[in-house]
């Protein structure tokens, strides 16, 4: 059974930091690309970032390019998404994703919030 958990989410003051990490399970970790998305209130869940399983090449989306790390250690099956700068518009929950099987798995998310 796949299950992602992410944790370390919350609240930050702008330019602050923050470092997320989801812990995978249920799966060949290794074989997968990771993905991290968002969804802030009342607007559609976005992807941020991409990590392949070969090689680990990352994507960004452009409103977090040159901020935002996603990293992935696969002998521990976890990814991270380390959040730098961070600014208001950055506020939302943070959910880890997979594609497994042909169907999409998600954690329970976790919330950033920036703010002063």
């Known amino acids: 059974q796949v299950q992602l958990v992410e944790s370390g989410g919350g609240l930050v003051q702008p330019g602050g930091s923050l470092r997320l990490s989801c812990a995978a399970s249920?799966?060949?970790?290794?074989?997968?690309?990771m993905n991290w998305y968002r969804q802030a209130p009342g607007k559609e869940r976005e992807l941020v970032a991409v990590?392949?399983?070969?090689?680990?090449?990352?994507n960004y989306a452009d409103s977090v390019k040159g901020r935002f790390t996603i990293s992935r250690d696969n002998a521990k099956n976890t990814v991270a998404l380390q959040m730098n700068s961070l600014k208001p518009e950055d506020t939302a929950v943070y959910y880890c994703n997979v594609v497994w099987g042909g169907l999409p798995y998600w954690g329970q998310g976790t919330q950033v919030t920036v703010s002063s």
């Open positions: 249920g799966f060949t970790f290794s074989w997968y690309t």
């Open positions: 990590i392949t399983n070969i090689g680990g090449s990352t």
